[in-house]
Every structure is written in C-alpha cells, then in structure tokens.
C-alpha cells in the first residue's frame, strides 16, 4: 500500500544488542525503517572494541552483522549512522520525536566502582575497560598507551609485576594478552602501537613478567570459564601456576557439593588440580608467569613516593555460606601482593611478616563494567545495577505523548553474557515492540527528514554504511597489514577515521 507509512525505528548502539534487535525487529516489519546510531565512526561496540583479539572466530560475527546494512540502494531500509553521539549531537526527545520506537543499546561504558579499595586513584591503576579498549585500538583510549607503557617499565634485575584483579573472563583476557609472545600476537588484529609497547620479547635473559590474577573468591566460584582457563595453560612462553593450598583453602563443604553437582565446576576443578601439581613455578625459563592466586580481596593500593602505586595489600579471605551462594568473609590476616614465584607455600606457612612488600608496575582492575544514564534517561536509571529500569525491555513509564522508548543488551541486564545472549535477549524487547505497535492508538509518525539530513543541518558529520566501508577497507588493506594472517590494522584515531569515512 503506497499510502502505509512504515513504522520509523531508531536503535542506539551499533554492538550485537542493537544489531540483533535490528535484525529481529527488520524480519518481522518488512519496510520500515530502522536506523542504527553509533557514537563511534565504526560499527559493532565491544566485538570490535572488547572481544580480544586473538579470537578471531568470535569476531567474524561482523560478517554477519555487515549483511544488514549492505544493499542499502535495493530499498533496503536498515542504515548504520556512526560518529553520531545520542544525548549529545542529537537529544534523545528530538529522536522520540522523529521515530515512533526508540531503543537504546547503548552498552556499559563505564566500570563498576572500585573506590572501596584505598588509594585507588594511583597512577599505575588502570580498569581493564580502558587497557582493553586501548589495545583494540578504540579511538578514545590512544591516552592510555603512554600510561601502560610507564607502567610497564622493568624493575632493575628486569622483572615487571603486572596484578589484575578479579576473576572474570576479561581479567584472563588482559592476562593472556600480557603474557603472549609477539609471535603469537602479530597475526591477530591487535593494534600495533599497543603491540609495540606490550611486547616483552628482547633477547635479554633476565626479562621476566611476572601477572598475577587475583580473585576474593575460590576456584570453584570463578566467572571465567573453562576454554579461556584452559588457554592460559597452553601459552607458548608462559608457565601457569596455582598453588595447591590456595585450592584446598577453597574445598569447604559447600564448594565440593557445587563441584559435585556442576559439570562446568567439576571441570574446572579438575584443570587447576593438575595445573598446580604440573607447574614447578621459577624451575622455567619462559619469559612470563601468570599466578592465578584465589581467596584474596584488595584492600589497599600502597604507595612508597606518594603518586605511584608500589605494591598491593590483600586480605586473606575464607569462603561462608551455602553451595552456589558462597561469599567472601575477611580473615584479617594481609598479605602485600608478591608477584614473584610462589609455588612452595612459602607466603601461606610464614606468618611474620604479616606484610610484605613488593614494587609493582601495574594493577587492572577487572571487576566489571558498568552502564551510564546518557542525557534524557535520568529518571530510569538504576544507579546500582547501572541499567535502565524496564519490564521486557519496555522503559517504564516512558510512553507519554511520544513514541515507545525501549532498551536491549548490556544496557537492559547488566554487563554480563556473551555475544550470543544478545539474541534471546533482543528477541524478548522485540516481542515487546511488537506487541504495542499491534496494539497501538497511533499511526506511524509522518515522513520528515531523515536522521542524516537532520545531523547534518546541525552541521554534524554522520558517518553512513559507504563511510564505514570505506575504513573497514583501508583497515584490511594489504599496505596497512603488519603480515598476511593479520585481519586488519585498526585505524585508531578518530580523525584518521573520519578523514577517510567522510571523503566520498
Ligand atoms: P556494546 O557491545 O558495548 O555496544 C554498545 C554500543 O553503543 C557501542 O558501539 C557504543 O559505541 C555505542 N554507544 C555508547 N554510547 C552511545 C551514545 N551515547 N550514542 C550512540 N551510541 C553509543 N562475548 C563473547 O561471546 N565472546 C567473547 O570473546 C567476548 N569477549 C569479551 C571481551 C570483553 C573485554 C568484554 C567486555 C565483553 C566480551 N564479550 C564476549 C561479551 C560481549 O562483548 C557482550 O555481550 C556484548 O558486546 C554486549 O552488547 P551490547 O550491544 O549490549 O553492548
Ligand atoms: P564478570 O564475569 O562478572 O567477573 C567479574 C569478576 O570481578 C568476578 O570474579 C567478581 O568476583 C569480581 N568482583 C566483582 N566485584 C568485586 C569486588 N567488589 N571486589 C572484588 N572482586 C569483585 O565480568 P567480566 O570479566 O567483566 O565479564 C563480563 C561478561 O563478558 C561476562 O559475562 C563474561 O563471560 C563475558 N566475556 C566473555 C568472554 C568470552 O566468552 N571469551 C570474554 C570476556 C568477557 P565475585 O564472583 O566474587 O563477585
């Protein structure tokens, strides 16, 4: 019907949130429009910006995602907007006011708090967030790049003591990444100024890294899993060690029931039970440890010259409570992390002194990420939970006089789940939509200019698919690559990228 006026979408965020709900959303209202917003030039949030980058099978989601916005001139009606920032370069009432649904998949751009820790403004601290994103060459992370490479300064006997804390995936992210060789990284698509500088490998015997990944919890009750557990085991240049009584520490009553109840858990039991009888710690003469150290909790980040940090103070914890429902409970007893090899119980055996002291380099803090309110989402913002409040991605209480305001993704529940928990989750706030555009008084809105023109009357740069494609090519590029297996160099400055993406 020439006179139906397909509904008008736009989705905030371009991650797998707001890919998948625009590609939900796109099947089932054949001829609307849908269009997909992104602060950044590049599309695809933390698949592009999170994933690591020596995972290249997960990242090869972006070839399906690319299927969506391609064919753009066959009346396809799904378009990818970047450099456009909601709440900043357009309100988020002026879209409810040109769209009939607004979604926001805007993500969790900040990090969990971790304030509670002492001195936690020290130079030397990063969260894993901005390590993460600076070595996947995220155009808003180039400042982090002389920190870590301050941070990553050799002590005098050439060690370097690295901490991450927390015991997530994203901690064994940065662990893993920190403890590859540069043979292992180069064909990988990690940005080459992060390489350069994360690089330990020189000829010099004596360079060792030392990472230590500490959690407040035991091993049963990790958040990583299994296959990225397993691959800190299988480095090339790296020894893994656990320590045997840290593990007995954590077989309380209740954690050998959820190891017997669990298949994922039993596993995991049974990979560090190995792991801590195999690896004899300093006896190797890899270039890097990585210590996966349990039942620790940060208490204070110390420092000896006042501004950076030296070394970090832990309490030993002991776990209480019920199988699956464990928490950590301090002992009072301290320890100043020591990131040298431990491997003969010496730290749980020698009481006195109680505090030892150790220079670090650096600390990760990898405790989780967290969800910001952007300009005009205030009112439903859960500030604890760092989400917007909603009942199957419905905003409460949003629906006034405009258009239906929904949310998907990390924003919806919170920054936890893989790429793939974005689908069912984008299916449930589609669901949604679906119900109340069946269900809706009104009609869709007219025609008005479109989201581009409107940008650009602002005297914005909005950068559409043919943009995106332009850098995508350039970044795989034969000339750009560091070798043939490399999938692309990351253009990583904003300007570069909109220099190309803009120049039609
Ligand atoms: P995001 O991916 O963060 O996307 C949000 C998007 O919103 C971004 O593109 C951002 O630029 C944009 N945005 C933010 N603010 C605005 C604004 N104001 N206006 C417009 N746009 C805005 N899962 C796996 O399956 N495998 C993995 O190996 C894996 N590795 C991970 C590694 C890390 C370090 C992290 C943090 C997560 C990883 N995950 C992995 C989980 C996966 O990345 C998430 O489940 C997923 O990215 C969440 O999708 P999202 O769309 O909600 O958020
Ligand atoms: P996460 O899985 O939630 O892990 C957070 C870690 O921080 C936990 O060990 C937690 O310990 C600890 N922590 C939280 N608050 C703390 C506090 N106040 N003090 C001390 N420790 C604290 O978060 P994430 O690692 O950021 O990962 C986010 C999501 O992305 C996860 O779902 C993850 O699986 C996914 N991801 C997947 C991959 C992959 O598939 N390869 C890679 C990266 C990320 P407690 O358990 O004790 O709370």
Known sequence: NPDFDPWKIAIVGSGPSGCYTAKYLNSKLEGSQIDVLDRLPTPYGLVRNGVAPDHPEVKNVENDFDTLFEGNDDGHNLNFYGNVKVGTDISLKELREMYDVVVLAYGCESDKPFDFIKNSNLEGILSAREFVSWYNGHVDYEWVGPLVEKALKRNSDGSQQIVVIGHGNVALDCARILAKTREELDPTDIASRSLNIIDQGDDNADFMREVSVIGRRGHVQGAFTIKELRELTRLDDATFVVRADELDMGRTEASEKEIKDTRPRKRMDKLLTDASVSTKDNDSQKKATVHLRFLLNPVGFETEDGSSLSHITCERTRLVGDAGSQSAEGTGEMEAIKAQLVSDNSLARNAAPRVRSHILSKALVSIGYKGIAIPGTEGWYDEKRGVLKNTHGLIEGSKEDLGG??????????????????????????????????????????????????????GLNPVDWDGYRRVDAEERSENRRRNDFQPREKICSRDEQLKLALSS
């Open 405 to 458: 305001l929904y949310v998907s993704g990390w924003l919806k529940r919170g920054p936890s789940g893989i790429i793939g928990t974005n689908i069912s989750d984008a299916k449930d706030t589609v669901a949604s939509i679906l119900h109340a555009l069946k269900s809706a008084s009104m009609d869709p809105k007219e025609r008005s200019k479109s989201v581009y023109e409107t940008l650009k009357g602002k």
